[in-house]
């Protein structure tokens, strides 16, 4: 198992403003995903973080909204940069227990105004 | 289409009752299933991974048909803290969540 340390848990943030979202792994993972769930909906991945190269993003999202680091193997963050209402939404960053069991962080709350 | 659908939802039953979840998938390259459970406003968890052969966990149980690309879940004798949401979850190289199917078990 894995246990992910994710935070903040919430935020209220101004439009136009980034904020960086971080995740903490008890143990090194190849991969780590991010997720987006928005209100009433189900969660649609972001992108995923590799370490030592850039990240892979799905169709509709782009590195310049969602800038993603990887420093090392227990550790990424998320920015959502340039922030508008439409981005208020549930955050959450997940790792794979060797390609079965996915892991979740306790996910960020983000409300923008 | 979407790639993996669930029933609407929601499903609002009594204690003891039966409920049955149903989920079709569009990728017939998919290689695994899983169905998980999400409290409100907490973090998806593993309830169980779904086999063609099906299998059981104590009062829930999950069948895949990979002819139909149909997964199930069916809880039996339901308690007040199954009440949450249920994702249906497709791997085809990536993890495609359903939208999900909301439970609230009634006293």
């Known amino acids: 198992s894995a246990v992910i340390s994710q935070k903040p848990s919430r935020d209220i943030c101004q439009r136009g403003t980034s904020l960086t979202i971080q995740c903490q792994v008890d143990?090194?993972?190849?991969?780590m995903f991010w997720y987006r769930q928005q209100p009433g909906q189900s969660l649609t991945l972001i992108a995923t973080?590799?370490?030592?190269?850039?990240?892979?993003?799905e169709s509709g999202f782009v590195i310049d909204k969602f800038p993603i680091s990887r420093p090392n193997l227990t550790f990424s963050t998320l920015t959502v940069s340039n922030m508008s209402p439409e981005d208020s939404s549930i955050y959450l960053c997940?790792?794979?227990?060797?390609?079965?069991?996915?892991?979740f962080g306790q996910g960020t709350r983000l409300t923008v105004v | 289409r979407k790639e993996v659908e669930q029933d609407p939802g929601p499903f609002n039953v009594p204690e003891g009752a039966t409920v049955a979840f149903n989920c079709t998938y569009s990728?017939?390259?998919?290689?695994?299933f899983f169905w998980y459970r999400q409290d409100c406003r907490k973090e998806p968890k593993l309830l169980m991974s779904?086999?063609?052969s099906g299998n059981e966990d104590g009062r829930f149980t999950a069948q895949l048909n990979r002819a139909s690309q149909y997964i199930s879940l069916l809880i039996r004798d339901s308690k007040l803290s199954d009440s949450a949401t249920y994702l249906c979850?497709?791997?085809?190289?990536?993890?495609?969540f359903g939208q999900g199917t909301e439970l609230s078990v009634k006293p």
């Open positions: 990728n017939s390259a998919s290689q695994s």
């Open positions: 779904v086999y063609s």
């Open positions: 973080a590799n370490q030592g190269s850039e990240a892979t993003y």
């Open positions: 979850v497709v791997r085809g190289g990536k993890l495609i």
């Open positions: 143990s090194q993972v190849t991969m």
């Open positions: 997940s790792v794979d227990s060797g390609g079965t069991e996915a892991f």
